[in-house]
């Protein structure tokens, strides 16, 4: 096994490393295994206890389930990783792959609504996205119940991409089973997380943010106010890439959060060549490289206790954004980035959208 894969994955396995806890590490250290090393000191000066750190054997049993399974890993700055994904500053810095890899080539189009979503709605979104498909498009979804079963099975033949929020083993909901097989074997199976885990609650926008991340847009087909499909717009917003919506009738409750995103400044969707003319400006644009990782000399940055407590002191229970509390503290960026850091290891920092940080 690679040894530095291996510590990669050590790294992202273990308690409070979160993806941008991880490229800070990498960032300061240079390497995984100076990371690991440094990860015990780090949460002491942060007033935390060491975090758990992921064992080799632990890690390496996974990447041996992995293997078993005939998937993959794409690691941040290594081969496939998906270029639009990599330009996120909460880009997973593993993902687990199954299936056909050539779909990371096309044109990726995101498309999610309601689980409950009503018939007509389902049937506009499995023709929508066989057109996308015959198009060239690559079909993104969540393999859940509704919009998203019937945009996958729209764009089964010319191959669509599932982002699942457990692991690729793991069948959500029980009746895709078979679904997901089939796109293991001719689409594409995309996780955060390791074989085995079961969805929870948490791990929804998770996935939502990578749905949202891979695709030059994402169209919402049908959802109602405060859905899981309107996390996937918003992180979409966040992300500067396009959000479309399909409108629908002001009698039903599915259609008011589309409804809302078009008033809200969403394109309106009525047709493939609605959505083809509003990305393909887009998909033109300069991709940053999934070449983004961190090479050369780590960096050499300590706080003294005083400018510890200075940063301290300026964070609270509510969310500010880290350039704030760099221009109060007055420190260089590299001291607050640190400090920052050692209170995520150890448990007493939450990072929030936006680049924002709070104490918990």
Request: overall charge neutral; proline content about 7%.
């Amino acid at each position: 096994m690679n040894a530095d894969h291996v510590a990669r994955l050590r790294l992202i396995r273990s308690s409070n490393v979160g993806p941008v806890t991880y490229f800070h590490l990498l960032s300061r250290f240079g390497s995984a295994d100076a990371a690991l090393r440094a990860l015990p000191d780090l949460a002491a000066r942060g007033g935390g206890r060491a975090p758990r750190i992921s064992t080799q054997s632990a890690v390496e049993a996974e990447m041996a389930a992995v293997e078993r399974l005939g998937a993959r890993y794409l690691f941040l700055g290594q081969g496939l990783y998906p270029p639009l994904l990599a330009e996120l500053e909460t880009a997973p810095p593993a993902l687990v792959v199954k299936g056909d890899l050539s779909l990371l080539e096309k044109s990726p189009v995101a498309m999610v609504g309601a689980r409950n979503a009503s018939a007509a709605a389902c049937r506009f979104a499995r023709q929508l996205a066989h057109d996308l498909g015959g198009e060239g498009m690559a079909v993104v979804s969540g393999l859940a119940r509704g919009i998203d079963t019937a945009a996958h099975d729209g764009a089964m033949a010319s191959g669509t991409i599932a982002v699942i929020a457990g692991g690729v083993d793991v069948f959500y909901p029980p009746e895709n089973e078979a679904r997901q097989r089939a796109i293991g074997e001719s689409g594409l199976l995309i996780a955060e997380q390791p074989p085995g885990v079961e969805p929870h609650a948490r791990h929804f926008p998770y996935r939502n943010r990578i749905i949202a991340g891979l695709s030059l847009g994402t169209i919402v087909v049908e959802a109602a106010p405060r859905s899981g499909s309107l996390i996937t717009a918003r992180y979409a917003t966040e992300f500067g890439r396009d959000v479309m919506a399909v409108p629908g009738s002001p009698l039903d409750p599915r259609a008011q959060g589309c409804n809302a995103l078009i008033r809200e400044g969403a394109v309106l969707i009525q047709s493939a060549a609605d959505v083809l003319e509003t990305i393909r400006p887009f998909s033109l644009r300069p991709i940053a490289s999934p070449g983004r990782d961190f090479r050369g000399e780590p960096a050499s940055a300590d706080a003294e206790e005083a400018e510890r407590r200075r940063v301290v002191d300026l964070l609270g229970p509510t969310a500010v954004s880290v350039d704030e509390i760099i221009r109060q503290a007055g420190l260089p960026p590299a001291i607050v980035q640190i400090v920052l850091l050692e209170l995520d290891l150890a448990g007493r920092l939450e990072r929030h959208a936006g680049g924002k940080v709070s104490l918990i």
